[in-house]
């Protein structure tokens, strides 16, 4: 049986699973997409890795200043933590934080959009979101919450993809070994998003 064979029979075992598979797949290709426009824009329309401006550097300060004033419960200090990294070691980077926002931001994109290293590339977006979020851009709050879903059920989101056919090549389940995430049961979800 073939990957795509595999896939079908895993799709048939439960319309629920068919129906979050196909909008995970759908969503993933567009998150991607913007992923992949974003930092394209940003190396060829914007000019960051040319233009000899800190372009993220802005973004950054705007980051340090909102948690400077924020005033929530920070046992651990991570803010401070933060704040010293970006003031002491991001801030004195320019350059180089401007090409790694481009790079991440493009192979982000390209990863997603083919399902591959779907669980790091989520991971590093999730990184770079809580930074977009902490410097003020308000529209993140959407992709976080994608980010964190995909992390609870990646496989739904990449079977269509190239790591469902390095599960598939590897003979691992497609999706669950015991099938009980999200598979339904006489019809009705066990358990919900």
Do not use: C
């Not at 992923?35 to 993220?56: H, V, Y």
């Not at 926002?101 to 591959?116: A, M, P, S």
């Not at 290293?117 to 770079?128: D, E, K, P, R």
């Not at 959407?142 to 590897?170: E, H, S």
Request: a neutral charge; proline letters at 1%; aromatic letters at 16%.
């Amino acid at each position: 049986m073939g990957y795509i064979n595999a896939v079908k029979a895993e799709l048939s075992k439960s319309w629920w699973n068919t129906v979050v598979v196909v909008v995970f797949t759908i969503a993933r290709i567009i998150y991607g997409w913007d992923w992949f426009t974003a930092g394209w824009e940003k190396m060829t329309k914007e000019g960051w890795l040319t233009d000899g401006k800190f372009n993220s550097g802005g973004l950054i300060q705007g980051m340090v200043t909102s948690i400077e004033h924020s005033h929530g419960s920070d046992p651990l200090h991570l803010n401070d933590l933060l704040v010293f990294f970006a003031n002491n070691i991001f801030l004195h980077m320019g350059g180089l934080v401007d090409f790694l926002v481009v790079f991440f931001e493009i192979f982000i994109g390209i990863f997603v959009i083919f399902g591959l290293g779907f669980i790091w590339s989520l991971v590093v977006a999730l990184f770079l979101n809580l930074q977009y979020a902490a410097a003020g851009a308000a529209n993140n709050f959407g992709y976080l919450l994608t980010d964190v879903i995909w992390i609870k059920f990646p496989k739904y989101a990449n079977l269509i993809g190239i790591d469902g056919y390095l599960r598939y090549r590897k003979g691992k389940a497609l999706l669950n070994a015991n099938n009980n995430d999200l598979v339904s049961h006489g019809g009705t979800a066990s358990r919900a998003l």
